[in-house]
């Protein structure tokens, strides 16, 4: 009997790597150490243990660090297995992480820190002693799965550090735009505090610390890949507009699949990213690739963020070349 194979549904976009690419985007890699410590920051991805590497890069030059390690839980990342362990064990485990990053840091830099419900009581017990922790950010993960004698797990924190009481925070540059849904007007009935257009009436609002407008890559979105705890380039997006400035050095030393390079390099920020996962690597790699001819982030548009489910505007597809020199149709589409 002939093997079935399944075909890719006609809306699944996720980002795939070829053999071709992966012979292509390996010689993009930074995986030999260098004669000593760097002068400066290399650009790009580096394959290779965080620990090891970041005792070469030089100090004080990171503007911003999204620390997005493992999670106390037993996870498998493409062969490469985290266990769970012992609190005490994982605080200590983190504590060396954060020891070895810290030194690349500059005196005005921010540190945002991932983690969920178990892993933020070591969070926020290391980093309290290292830097100033400023506030946590909560985030709805609307994923996951159903528990029969627990509460759901739906959402993950990301605390919000510095290394002084001086640093960068763009109020401005991170509002979230809401739909009005009792709008009042001032005595001459013109709009108070939001805006009349003909797609509805909208309010842009402070952004605070709970957030609910965040998707979780899925498979018609052009960023999804098969990395299992991908982190969405709208939240990444959120963080880097607030806490750096274009040309900012932005340091992941847990990547991934890459999103924090990505949005980085969509915003104009330079960016270095260490992974231990080949595969991860180039698919970082694809992506970066693919932020030349598509700079958008789903859920962003001029200037704001929207709220999760409201289709804000879509630009019909376009014809451009993809990075393997294809024609592709890309399409600004918003959370839906």
């Not at 983190?94 to 005196?107: A, F, Y």
């Not at 946590?136 to 029969?148: C, Y």
């Not at 014809?319 to 149709?329: L, P, S």
Request: glycine share 6%; hydrophobic share 35%; charged share 25%.
């Amino acid at each position: 009997m002939e093997d079935l194979v399944k075909s890719r549904a006609p809306m699944n976009r996720s980002i795939e790597l070829t053999e071709e690419d992966k012979i292509r985007l390996k010689r993009n890699l930074i995986k030999e150490y260098s004669s000593g410590k760097y002068n400066t920051l290399p650009e790009g991805t580096i394959h290779g243990d965080c620990l090891e590497w970041c005792k070469l890069l030089p100090t004080k030059s990171v503007d911003f660090l999204f620390l997005d390690p493992p999670y106390n839980l037993s996870k498998n990342f493409n062969g490469h297995t985290f266990v769970k362990r012992a609190v005490n064990e994982y605080t200590e485990w983190l504590n060396e992480v954060i020891v070895s990053v810290k030194p690349l840091l500059k005196d005005l830099a921010t540190i945002y820190i991932c983690g969920d419900w178990f892993t933020s009581a070591s969070i926020f017990a290391t980093a309290s002693s290292h830097f100033n922790v400023q506030n946590r950010i909560t985030w709805e993960r609307e994923k996951g799965r159903g528990a029969k004698a627990n509460w759901k797990n739906c959402s993950e924190d990301i605390w919000f550090c510095t290394m002084s009481e001086k640093y960068t925070f763009n109020l401005e540059a991170v509002k979230l735009r809401r739909r009005v849904l009792a709008p009042y007007r001032n005595e001459d009935g013109t709009p108070k505090d939001w805006q009349d257009t003909q797609d509805g009436n909208f309010r842009d609002t402070h952004p605070s610390n709970l957030w609910t407008d965040i998707t979780i890559p899925f498979w018609s979105m052009p960023e999804n890949t098969t990395h299992p705890t991908q982190k969405s380039e709208k939240l990444i997006a959120k963080l880097l507009l607030a806490s750096t400035n274009p040309g900012d050095f932005v340091f992941d030393p847990f990547l991934g699949s890459g999103t924090t390079s990505v949005v980085a390099k969509k915003l104009g920020r330079h960016y270095l990213g260490i992974e231990q996962n080949e595969e991860y690597c180039l698919l970082a790699e694809k992506r970066l690739e693919l932020a030349t001819i598509y700079n958008n982030i789903q859920g962003y548009s001029d200037g704001v963020f929207w709220e999760r489910n409201t289709m804000a505007a879509q630009v019909k597809g376009v014809d451009q070349k993809d990075a393997n020199g294809e024609f592709v149709q890309q399409q600004r589409l918003f959370d839906l």
